[in-house]
């Protein structure tokens, strides 16, 4: 089971038991060589691809959706990834026409993208980050979690995030 008290840190048992409730749903695939590398940091690319597994989305077709931004084309490994969440308007890029692939994401833009996949981006009010962090309270989404918004979100923190997110009702609004 994925459940430690409340008040707990992201530790690193939790962060095992998430993951393997991941793997179990087929939601969270490791590398080649069969490990999930839950230590290290995950890349933009790799939760928006993520995002889009655990949506069902994955084989989706993404026809009709351009890709402008400056920084991917279409050899890279999540373009297509990268053109659903487009689709289903997951992602926005930054200012300077990028989506930034290989950065390393945030604790707040991983929090932003699963308030959208959950239908809640409509209900934030108030500014970035604070939006998203208060928003993820109310929901449940930062149970056992606690990070600030700037920190690199390592693939078992995800994990615990992701886990967390699985018992929210979608808004269908």
């Given amino acids: 089971a994925c459940i ?16 393997k409730n991941l793997v179990a749903l087929k939601l969270l695939k490791g590398y080649p060589d069969g ?21 069902g989305y994955e084989n989706v077709d ?33 200012p300077d026409n990028t989506v930034a692939p290989d950065k390393e994401v945030t604790y707040a833009e991983a929090l932003t993208v699963v308030i959208r996949a959950l239908g809640y981006e409509k209900t934030l009010s108030e500014g970035w980050p604070e939006n998203v962090l208060d928003k993820s309270e109310m929901l449940g989404i930062n149970k056992d979690i606690d990070l600030s918004a700037g920190h690199q979100l390592t693939r078992g923190e995800m994990a615990v995030l992701i886990n967390n997110s699985l018992t929210v009702d979608l808004n269908n609004q």
């Avoid at 490990?35 to 949506?55: A, D, G, P």
């Avoid at 991917?72 to 689709?87: E, F, G, S, T």
């Fill in 35 to 55: 490990t999930l590398r839950l230590q290290n940091n995950i890349k933009r690319s790799e939760f928006i691809t993520f995002i889009i597994r655990m949506l």
């Fill in 62 to 94: 993404s026809g009709g959706v351009t890709v402008t931004f400056k920084d991917i084309d279409k050899k890279h490994w999540a373009y297509n990834n990268i053109k659903i969440a487009l689709k289903y308007k997951l992602v926005n890029g930054y």
């Fill in 4 to 19: 430690v008290p409340v008040n707990a840190s992201v530790n690193l048992q939790l962060q095992n038991d998430c993951a």
